[in-house]
């Protein structure tokens, strides 16, 4: 069955470092999404992507947040400059559009900002 | 603005015993509903949803759930669980529309005593 594919698994990183984390979405998947976990909460939204734009940001996702899909597989988060309260499970998912869901999360990333 | 609550932040319940988690949801356009499931250290995996149709939506490992309009709910049960089915379930709803985010509940931590 085809997967998201996320890495690294885990990630450590200083406060004010910029961090980028990396998503292989299905191939035939057209929308993506990343979500972030802060440990022990719920699971929030944080963008959408469709079509090389942002269809779709949280407040969450303000001007430290930035998404790209450079190569056409790969789907990224960047966060700027890392404060400790970015330290979270992050998750991409990727859908394939048309009508009715069908989401395929991936195992996500743990970010430890120090 | 879609809203899903899940009351209940842990339960607790002996092996082989019955278990509902309770999920309400809250909307004034028709939703998806879906529940996924996070064992310890993993990703989120769905676990079943509903589209339409039949209001009992069951998945392969023996959980089923209802959906219940009037109530706006959709509860997961299981007739006896196993120590296996130690997780943490999120209740999540998504707009009828192509692109649409999920919206998570604070999730369920479900903990089977032996």
């Known amino acids: 069955e085809p997967e998201v594919t996320q890495t690294p698994s885990h990630q450590v990183t200083q406060m004010g470092q910029e961090v980028i984390l990396r998503c292989v979405p299905i191939s035939n998947h057209l929308y993506f999404y990343w979500y972030r976990q802060i440990l022990g909460q719920k699971v929030e939204f944080l963008v959408s992507f469709y079509n090389n734009e942002i269809s779709e940001k949280s407040e969450i996702f303000d001007d430290q947040f930035s998404v790209e899909r450079p190569d056409g597989s790969n789907f990224t988060l960047k966060i700027r400059s890392t404060k400790l309260e970015d330290s979270a499970m992050y998750f991409c998912?990727?859908?394939?559009?048309?009508?009715?869901?069908?989401?395929?999360f991936g195992s996500g990333t743990r970010l430890t900002v120090v | 603005a879609q809203s899903v609550t899940q009351l209940d932040s842990q339960v607790p319940v002996f092996e082989e015993a019955p278990v509902e988690l309770r999920c309400n949801y809250s909307s004034s356009v028709s939703v998806y509903l879906f529940w996924y499931v996070q064992y310890p250290n993993q990703g989120l995996q769905l676990l079943l949803k509903y589209l339409s149709g039949s209001t009992l939506v069951e998945s392969i490992n023996g959980f089923e759930a209802e959906f219940n309009k009037s109530q706006t709910s959709f509860h997961l049960r299981k007739p006896s669980v196993h120590i296996s089915d130690t997780a943490e379930y999120f209740c999540a709803v998504s707009l009828m529309n192509r692109d649409d985010k999920i919206i998570f509940g604070k999730g369920t931590r479900l903990h089977i005593l032996p």
């Open positions: 998912a990727s859908k394939k559009g048309g009508t009715g869901p069908g989401y395929t």
